[in-house]
């Protein structure tokens, strides 16, 4: 998980890599635009790494669905329990920067024998402003803001999409948080500055210009400072449970197998 994730290719065909293990990734737009394309591609990729953790938060259960079975843990419309998973990260977040600082050290690496877990959330929207009481989505969005800004560095990065890009679902101050930012197609300018970041739309990075036949298409803000139009790759249903059933296999415990060999 460490290697640069693939996500697709942009306009001039060149592939298009992202650092997410010292960043976090951030994806919304209108229904149909293709970021859950981009969270299957994310759990597919962290599902065939080795030393790699998936918690999955999905309150529509089919979307991360298929790779519920390699989880740590699969959260589905419970808000009590979305909401004790994240303390928990939090909690590991916590202790990881102990050790980290024990051994003055400022952030993980691959040597280091530590699991990267990564946190997969479709649709915030349900978790913040659907489910549950409003104290309990207030504190929903201060751990999320806390595992986004604690996670970056000790090998805990957040992928999180919603098809509500307003100001109540990604305020500034989690936006921000997000190093990489994809605007799928959104219904307004606004939309899409509220998802890449004030301004960016007025300079001609405009999701709301892409045309809606082009699933999967996104201004994707990344390295370099600027936003570039990409293309995410895209996943079919059978690729995906073909992959998640592929990643169970290989996940699975390895004590038989190796009783048998002693034994041959």
Avoid at 35 to 51: I, Q, R, V, Y
Avoid at 130 to 148: A, H, M, Y
Avoid at 177 to 188: H, K, N, P, V, Y
């Amino acid at each position: 998980m460490f290697d640069p994730m693939f996500v697709g290719i942009d306009e001039f065909g060149e592939a298009v890599f992202l650092d997410v293990v010292y960043r976090n990734l951030l994806a919304a737009g209108e229904p149909g635009g293709g970021k859950s394309g981009l969270l299957n591609l994310a759990a597919g990729t962290a599902a065939l790494c080795d030393n790699t953790r998936l918690v999955l938060f999905d309150a529509k259960w089919v979307e991360l669905g298929p790779w519920r079975h390699i989880a740590d843990e699969f959260v589905g419309r419970d808000l009590d329990h979305a909401i004790s998973v994240l303390r928990r990260l939090v909690t590991v977040a916590d202790n990881r920067y102990q050790w980290l600082l024990a051994h003055e050290r400022r952030k993980v690496n691959r040597y280091d024998d530590l699991s990267v877990i990564v946190t997969i959330i479709d649709e915030l929207a349900m978790y913040s402003t659907v489910l549950g009481t409003k104290p309990q989505q207030e504190e929903f969005e201060s751990l999320l803001r806390g595992l986004v800004s604690l996670g970056r560095a000790c090998g805990m990065p957040v992928i999180a999409a919603t098809q509500r890009p307003s100001w109540d679902i990604i305020p500034a101050s989690l936006r921000d948080l997000f190093g990489f930012r994809a605007a799928f197609r959104c219904t307004s300018l606004n939309s899409s500055n509220i998802i890449l970041g004030q301004g960016w739309a007025e300079q001609g990075y405009n999701a709301a210009d892409i045309s809606p036949t082009n699933q999967g298409a996104a201004y994707l803000l990344a390295e370099g400072g600027l936003p570039r139009r990409v293309k995410a790759a895209y996943l079919s249903d059978a690729d995906i449970y073909a992959i998640a059933d592929y990643a169970a296999w290989l996940r699975r415990p390895t004590t038989a197998a190796f009783d048998w060999g002693m034994a041959a």
